[in-house]
């Protein structure tokens, strides 16, 4: 798996999770004097599933994450502060070797929880659901099958897992005696309202926005308008990595539904023609040129149709 990190002049590479490198400012930047306590996140063209990191990338994959990520930032602005300080390319903004993909972002600290709505059922939520009823804790309706639409929205929390593990479904009361009543109350509101907001968004756009996954985090310091210990939405928001996105037109409850997310990887690695074993400790194989290429075009697609814009990305496999 080729995770290395680009150098980058004026900062020091710290961490690198699935998909994104972070970095901190090397000491006397002018990043530092400009802006305060900053963290720069870099989205690669890396690509996760069932807990693999796969070795195969996704050309320009990180590009859509980020500019993706910065339109949503702005529609949910009036909602909830987010981390971003700037994605402008220069001596006090992103290194011209990122730009596109890369933020410079307030540093945080973050809430040690996955804080997902779903408004659809699939996924992990309808396993949980046709074993008990229930989704972390949340009783629904009897009857309801895959790609079936929920009553009104759910806060589905899950535990933060390390690389190469598994995000574990838990309930609210699990979060509230992790981090508190209050700062839980505050996850799930604000979750629960971005996802709203995001849903009637997409769907004017023809697009269903099934679950999504957010972070959250506090400000270490006052900067920017905001005080220390201000409730902020960080890492990414919305993008096809984070989120299961369908075709309204296509929304069929009763089967999987067409996706414009990595849905698409998935399917091929759980496919004869991977020649894959779950199950087993291998990794996953690499990806043909064609699955890379429509992932690829799905994720365009996306992105196209939330923004209404257009976006150039490399063609090279």
């Not at 410079?104 to 008990?132: D, Q, W």
């Not at 806060?155 to 699990?174: I, M, Q, S, Y």
């Not at 074993?277 to 697609?301: F, N, S």
Request: proline fraction near 8%; charge should be negative.
């Amino acid at each position: 798996m080729a995770t290395t990190a680009p150098q980058l002049p004026g900062w020091t590479h710290t961490y690198s999770g699935k998909v994104r490198d972070l970095y901190v400012p090397e000491p006397g930047s002018t990043v530092t004097d400009a802006h305060g306590d900053v963290v720069l996140v870099v989205a690669s063209d890396r690509i996760s599933a069932y807990d693999h990191v796969l070795d195969t990338p996704i050309p320009g994959k990180g590009v859509v994450l980020t500019q993706l990520s910065l339109w949503w930032f702005e529609q949910l602005a009036d909602l909830v502060p987010n981390h971003v300080v700037t994605a402008e390319v220069g001596a006090t903004g992103v290194p011209d070797a990122v730009a596109g993909r890369a933020m410079v972002c307030r540093r945080l600290e973050m809430f040690p929880v996955e804080c997902v709505a779903r408004g659809y059922l699939t996924g992990s939520g309808l396993v949980e659901y046709r074993a008990g009823g229930a989704v972390c804790g949340v009783p629904l309706p009897a009857g309801l099958e895959d790609g079936s639409r929920l009553p009104e929205p759910i806060f589905t929390p899950a535990t933060k897992a390390a690389v190469g593990e598994h995000d574990e479904n838990v309930t609210f009361g699990e979060v509230a005696a992790q981090i508190g009543a209050d700062d839980a109350a505050v996850l799930r509101d604000l979750t629960l309202a971005v996802y709203g907001r995001a849903e009637d968004l997409a769907r004017e756009r023809g697009v269903i926005l099934a679950d999504t996954k957010l972070e959250f985090g506090r400000t270490t310091q006052a900067a920017g308008g905001l005080d220390a210990g201000t409730v902020v939405l960080g890492d990414e928001v919305l993008t096809p990595d984070s989120s299961r996105f369908w075709p309204a037109d296509q929304w069929q409850p009763g089967r999987a539904q067409p996706s414009f997310d990595k849905q698409y990887v998935r399917d091929w690695l759980t496919s004869p023609a991977s020649g894959w074993d779950r199950a087993a400790d291998a990794p996953p194989p690499p990806l043909p040129d064609d699955v890379v290429a429509r992932t690829q075009e799905r994720y365009l697609d996306a992105y196209r149709r939330l923004t209404g814009r257009d976006l150039t990305l490399p063609t090279s496999l």
